[in-house]
């Protein structure tokens, strides 16, 4: 069954502290794996999509890491702020069809602390 | 911030009521899809369309329905609201042409409450 396993469900960290959230997927046959940031309240807004030959890739303070060996990606936060508080969400698309189909993880919910 | 649209984005209403979700994009993407979000859930795909009077259900099975006359717009509507129907609803767009991924963009989203 394919599926996306984020962790920790939930996280709080220190303004300025670095963190590092993870996603682990089963899906098959993979293309791409995207990070959202969703605000509470708000719709998904996309940070990264990486493909199968990507193992790395940055949007500012978020950086975005692919293994598709071991289905597995993290995303790290740099210097958090207080708007970094939001929901991540892990996102993998497969090949079985022409479209792709996206499979969502819950999210993680990262709170910043001044 | 993408140029896509949603209304009203919230509503609370009685059960039995007739209502439709609004959903408008300016990007002239092909593709658009509703998803229904619960809190601290993922997200689930309900309907989704490829272009003008192009309709598909998704993966979650739903009472809705939606149509697509018109490119930049795909509204969804339940005939007859139940409390069950309480949920977040996003809509979304991607392109459709060229080599993927396709980048989908989400709208604000509609609040859905049904007492």
């Known amino acids: 069954k394919n599926q996306v396993e984020q962790s920790p469900q939930s996280l709080i960290i220190l303004e300025g502290k670095n963190c590092t959230l993870q996603c682990n997927y089963t899906v098959s046959p993979f293309s791409n794996l995207r990070w959202y940031k969703q605000d509470t309240g708000r719709g998904p807004v996309s940070l990264t999509i990486?493909?199968?030959?990507?193992n790395t890739k940055s949007n500012g303070r978020y950086t975005a890491t692919l293994d598709a060996d071991t289905k597995q990606s993290s995303l790290h936060i740099t210097a958090s702020q207080l708007s970094d508080s939001a929901s991540y969400i892990c996102v993998v698309s497969d090949r079985g069809s022409t479209l792709g189909r996206l499979y969502f993880g819950r999210g993680t919910q990262l709170t910043v602390w001044p | 911030e993408a140029d896509i649209y949603q209304t009203p984005r919230y509503l609370v209403i009685g059960t039995g009521k007739k209502i439709t979700l609004e959903c408008s994009q300016t990007?002239?993407?092909?593709?658009m899809y509703w998803y229904q979000q619960d809190p601290g859930m993922e997200l689930h795909l309900i309907h989704y369309?490829?272009?003008?009077?192009?309709?598909e259900k998704g993966d979650l099975s739903s009472e809705s329905t939606v149509s697509r006359i018109r490119t930049e717009h795909f509204p969804l509507t339940l005939e007859s609201a139940r409390p069950s129907h309480t949920s977040q609803y996003l809509c979304a767009s991607s392109e459709y042409r060229g080599l993927p991924p396709y980048e989908q963009y989400f709208g604000p989203g509609t609040r859905l409450t049904v007492t």
């Open positions: 990486m493909t199968f030959s990507e």
């Open positions: 369309s490829y272009g003008v009077n192009s309709t």
């Open positions: 990007m002239g993407h092909d593709k």
